[in-house]
Nanobody
Framework: QVQLVESGGGLAQAGGSLRLSCAAS????????MTWFRQAPGKEREFVAG????????AHADSVKGRFTISRNNAKNTVYLEMNNLKPEDTAVYYC????????????????????WGQGNQVTVSA
């Protein structure tokens, strides 16, 4: 049974930093495309960042490029999202997601491309 367990969210001030973790069981993060999505109240779920399975290629949404970084630790079977220079508009529930196909085979920014999802983790950034 696949489980994705997120941690590390919470409250931060604008300009601050947080690191989200997604600990996986039942799958190997280095063999899956692992991504972070977020959903703010009244908005659609949107792609934030992803890291492709074998090659480890990464992609980041334009809105977070230069501020957020996705990475993984294969030994810990965990994916991270380092978030720096946070802005109030980053406030959302952040979800970890996993899919078996590499970037080039899927529409990697689309939630429908992913089979497994974490429970979500609230990030709130105050002005």
């Amino acid at each position: 049974q696949v489980q994705l367990v997120e941690s590390g969210g919470g409250l931060a001030q604008a300009g601050g930093s947080l690191r989200l973790s997604c600990a996986a069981s039942g799958l190997t993060v280095s063999a899956y495309t692992m991504t972070w999505f977020r959903q703010a109240p009244g908005k659609e779920r949107e792609f934030v960042a992803g890291i492709s399975g074998s090659a480890g290629d990464t992609a980041h949404a334009d809105s977070v490029k230069g501020r957020f970084t996705i990475s993984r630790n294969n030994a810990k079977n965990t994916v991270y999202l380092e978030m720096n220079n946070l802005k109030p508009e980053d406030t959302a529930v952040y979800y970890c997601a996993a899919g078996p196909q590499p970037f080039y085979r899927i529409e990697y920014t689309a939630p429908r491309s992913y089979n497994y999802w974490g429970q979500g983790n609230q990030v709130t950034v105050s002005a």
